[in-house]
């Protein structure tokens, strides 16, 4: 990712660090997304199982996840976005639980060859272009033998593969029908900020090419686990949450029909 690219996402972060939080909390939700991200941790919580030793949490955000690692570990978290780790570090200390938080990049984690019996990087990939450097350094950090935990943004879905276009058409419509300067008055009217929009990629891979990069690196896939099946501009509609739950209860029966899914999330030992 450039510079710039990496300034953008961790301003971006560092601004909703506070919200970020109220997103793994809805339980009765509607939102697609909020299932996305509710499923992924439920996902790997169950592939880390009852970790012992030292788990490393890679772009742990405000410690949605990390939080909730077995108390039987000993935990790490880094992650790039100063305040994300203060809210992380608060509801630590709330829930009377002791992290190790470090203020880090992926791309360079300040531990030792061998430090960790497990790692995990959910959400992450999105927001790398080329994640070669990233899964070397985790590579780099795990113990032999040890576990990896990552999800990967699925360019094969069909359902994010059609939002990418319609995503695209609305939002030449919303230019072309509502310029800034308009956009800008209509929402001082309405006393609302002007924020800028958050224009960064978000990338996807083709989960059998990560799977490649993995086994290069000396892993070998233990499970994997596809999940959320809709559209995001159908988000709160609740036909269509409804449908990506049934897509999933059928889908690890049928290997074409699960890779469909916007994520899929790996499990995968380290050899050597």
């Not at 919200?19 to 909390?25: E, F, G, K, S």
């Not at 509607?30 to 169950?46: D, G, Q």
């Not at 959910?122 to 590579?139: F, K, N, Q, R, W």
Request: include cysteine.
């Amino acid at each position: 990712m450039s510079a710039v690219a990496t300034t953008t996402v961790r301003d971006r972060f560092s601004a909703e660090a506070e919200n970020w939080d109220a997103l793994y909390t809805g339980t009765g939700s509607t939102s697609i997304y909020e299932h996305n991200l509710l499923k992924r941790r439920e996902t790997a919580l169950r592939f880390v199982g009852q970790a012992m030793g030292r788990v490393l949490d890679v772009g742990c955000g405000p410690g949605n996840v990390t939080l909730k690692l077995p108390e039987t570990a000993e935990i790490y978290a880094t992650d790039f976005a100063r305040p994300m780790l203060e809210v992380a570090q608060t509801s630590a200390a709330e829930s009377g639980r002791s992290l190790d938080l470090t203020m880090s990049d992926a791309t360079s984690i300040p531990f030792a060859d061998d430090a960790f019996g497990s790692v995990l990087a959910l959400g992450l990939m999105e927001y790398i272009a080329d994640p070669t450097d990233v899964l070397s350094e985790m590579a780099r950090v795990i113990q032999p033998g040890g576990t990896l935990v990552l999800s990967i943004p699925n360019r094969r879905s069909a359902f994010i593969f059609i939002d990418d276009v319609l995503k695209s058409i609305k939002n030449i419509l919303t230019q072309i029908l509502m310029p800034h300067p308009l956009r800008r008055a209509i929402k001082s009217l309405l006393g609302k900020p002007d924020a800028a929009y958050f224009t960064h990629k978000r990338h996807r891979f083709n989960p059998d090419t990560v799977v490649g990069q993995l086994n290069d690196l000396g892993f070998e896939i233990e499970a994997h686990r596809y999940h959320t099946f809709g559209f995001g501009l159908l988000n709160r509609v609740r036909l269509n949450l409804w449908l990506c739950r049934k897509f999933e209860s059928y889908a690890g029966t049928h290997p074409n029909l699960e890779k469909l899914g916007w994520t899929i999330v790996l499990k995968a030992k380290k050899l050597s």
